[in-house]
């Protein structure tokens, strides 16, 4: 799987856009990106994932570059729910004998009333 | 509530005990993972089961012993566990094994506690 940088932490004011940054600049031309996030002492939620075009679902938006070197995961008003620990992973499908779902150590977002 | 079940949330257990833990979708799903998580570590892949085969065991203790009776169950049976062993064990299951452009559903995670 490509190697991912996510920034260790950032802040974000309550009913703001939060802007999460990933790097992935070894991307293969298969392989998706995915973003997931943990609450504290919950299991890992999924969130949103992409190839090429920009995504959006109820919960976030997905922005991938053009060159799919970088993406950047939009929570478009955040709310003090939204704080956790947020997953880029870039994943390539149809691959045997690794099911593995690498996480790194991600982005703790602190979103601040 | 993402449509996988844990039980318990919480175990604290001796270590000359046995206990197992439970994990239960109804997702349709045909692959279910057990995942470690001690503090301030990644998640650490432990079982993988495809349609109720085991697929991958990545180097676990035999004090830890996964079941899956059907593919809508996971049990994961925990025998003279040692305090190190003390974490969060996460269940999550998935459409299909290669992760083709698809999701993985977590439950919320026992933690467990050796004394």
């Known amino acids: 799987d490509a190697k991912t940088t996510q920034p260790p932490s950032m802040d974000c004011a309550e009913g703001r856009a939060a802007n999460l940054p990933c790097n992935h600049s070894?991307?293969?031309?298969?392989?998706?990106v995915y973003w997931y996030r943990q609450i504290h002492s919950q299991g890992p939620q999924y969130i949103i994932h992409?190839?090429?075009n920009n995504e959006t679902n109820e919960m976030a938006s997905l922005i991938i570059t053009e060159d799919r070197k970088s993406s950047t995961l939009i929570l478009p008003h955040a709310t003090l729910r939204d704080t956790a620990v947020y997953y880029c992973?870039?994943?390539?499908?149809?691959?045997?004998?690794?099911?593995?779902?690498?996480f790194g150590a991600g982005t703790t977002v602190t979103v601040r009333a | 509530e993402t449509g996988v079940t844990q039980t318990p949330r919480h175990l604290v257990m001796g270590m000359t005990n046995k206990k197992s833990l439970k994990c239960e979708q109804h997702?349709?799903?045909?692959?279910m993972y057990w995942y470690k998580q001690s503090a301030k570590k990644p998640l650490e892949l432990m079982f993988v089961?495809?349609?109720?085969?085991?697929?991958e065991n990545n180097s676990v203790p035999s004090r830890f012993s996964p079941e899956c009776p059907n593919s809508s169950h996971l049990f994961l049976h925990l025998h003279t566990l040692q305090p190190e062993d003390s974490a969060l064990y996460l269940c999550?299951?998935?459409?299909?094994?290669?992760?083709?452009?698809?999701?993985?559903?977590f439950g919320q995670g026992t933690r467990l506690t050796v004394v």
């Open positions: 089961y495809s349609l109720e085969e085991r697929v």
């Open positions: 997702l349709g799903h045909n692959a």
């Open positions: 070894t991307i293969s031309g298969n392989e998706y």
């Open positions: 992973i870039v994943r390539a499908p149809f691959r045997s004998n690794d099911y593995k779902l690498s």
């Open positions: 999550a299951s998935s459409r299909r094994i290669t992760w083709a452009n698809t999701e993985a559903f």
């Open positions: 992409g190839l090429k």
